[in-house]
């Protein structure tokens, strides 16, 4: 499975947006990029995914890089729910498992 | 409530000890999922089904831990003769075809 790097934490204040990086320089062509984030005390849940085009949905935003090898999830305004850990995910097109790395906490300051 | 539902939500058991535990996924996703997750770590997979099929299993799956999915349905993951490293959340999944997973709250293990 091709491998993705975030950074181990980090700290935003409430309201602001957040920009949180995902680096996957060994993605291939047919690898989706899911962002998974963990509440505490809950299991993961899906925020966004794509491919090639910027994607934004009700919970955030997802742009990539032109060349693929990196993306970052857009929280645009945060709020406190969203102190969480963020896992930056790929998914070879038609697999079905995810693979999960270390993710990046993110602290929400009031 | 139409989620992932795991049971029992905690259990804590002595070494050598049998436990398992249940999954009841969303009603009509064929694709099941078990994953482990220690403290600070993400999770790990463990295996999935597809529908009563188990496709695939993770070496982290030793001889002592076994999964089913009678009739596609609920899913039980047992684990025998449980070790202290055992002691994890374990979380279930389900999912349509290549579709988002959707997680349960997890089962929380603790091996004394």
């Known amino acids: 499975d091709a491998k993705t790097t975030q950074p181990n934490s980090m700290e935003s204040n409430e309201e602001e947006p957040v920009h949180l990086p995902c680096n996957h320089s060994t993605i291939s062509g047919t690898d989706y990029i899911h962002w998974y984030r963990q509440l505490p005390s809950q299991g993961p849940e899906y925020v966004i995914h794509g491919l090639t085009s910027n994607v934004n949905n009700r919970m955030a935003s997802l742009a990539i890089a032109e060349d693929r090898k990196s993306s970052t999830l857009i929280l645009h305004r945060a709020t406190l729910r969203d102190a969480a850990v963020y896992y930056c995910?790929?998914?070879?097109?038609?697999?079905?498992?995810?693979?999960f790395g270390q993710g990046t906490r993110l602290t929400i300051n009031p | 409530d139409t989620g992932v539902s795991q049971n029992p939500r905690h259990k804590i058991t002595k070494r050598g000890q049998n436990v398992t535990f249940r999954c009841d996924p969303i009603?009509?996703?064929?694709?099941l999922y078990w994953y482990r997750q220690t403290l600070g770590q993400g999770p790990e997979f463990l295996t999935y089904?597809?529908?009563?099929?188990?496709?695939?299993k993770s070496r982290l799956l030793s001889d002592r831990f076994s999964a089913e999915r009678p009739k596609g349905s609920f899913s039980t993951l047992e684990i025998q003769r449980t070790e202290q490293g055992d002691s994890a959340m374990y979380l279930c999944?389900?999912?349509?075809?290549?579709?988002?997973?959707?997680f349960g709250e997890g089962s929380r293990l603790t091996v004394l």
């Open positions: 009603s009509e996703h064929n694709r």
């Open positions: 995910i790929l998914r070879e097109q038609g697999a079905q498992k995810l693979v």
């Open positions: 089904f597809q529908n009563e099929a188990q496709l695939e």
């Open positions: 999944a389900s999912s349509l075809p290549t579709g988002e997973l959707f």
